[in-house]
């Protein structure tokens, strides 16, 4: 069965913890490691966005979640989009999402839309797995 949510979160500190509660919400029927593989990544993702998109607060984070086989995540601002490069390590704490991304979903991309761009990832939802 097919679920699918779309959420407009503030580009304030509060994002990353609103889009995790809208991911658990959607994934209450999926394993629990992969409810928390979405939670992480896609807390990830909105920080990226409120932290880098420059946005001022009349614009909105867009997370759209969609359900099936797969668990897609979507995350669009009016940031400008970007050029990933996995190669270049962080010395830091910070600036690690990419590479968990990586590390931990299916897929995923960066792709325009509209006057920003969107990042995505899938996870196999798992529905075929004890939770």
Do not use: C, Y
């Not at 990353?16 to 991911?23: G, M, Q, T």
């Not at 990226?48 to 001022?56: Q, R």
């Amino acid at each position: 069965m097919r679920s699918e949510i779309e959420l407009r979160l503030p580009p304030e500190p509060i994002a990353p913890i609103l889009a995790r509660a809208a991911v658990t919400a959607i994934g209450s029927r999926l394993p629990g490691s992969v409810v928390s593989d979405a939670e992480l990544l896609t807390s990830e993702v909105v920080s990226n966005a409120v932290k880098h998109a420059d946005m001022d607060p009349s614009q909105e984070i867009v997370l759209r979640v969609v359900m099936d086989e797969r668990l897609r995540i979507e995350v669009a601002d009016p940031g400008p989009p970007f050029e990933a490069d996995l190669r270049r390590q962080s010395s830091d704490t910070t600036g690690w999402g990419l590479f968990l991304i990586e590390a931990i979903a299916m897929s995923w991309g960066i792709e325009p839309e509209g006057v920003g761009k969107k990042v995505w990832f899938e996870l196999d939802a798992g529905l075929d797995r004890p939770r």
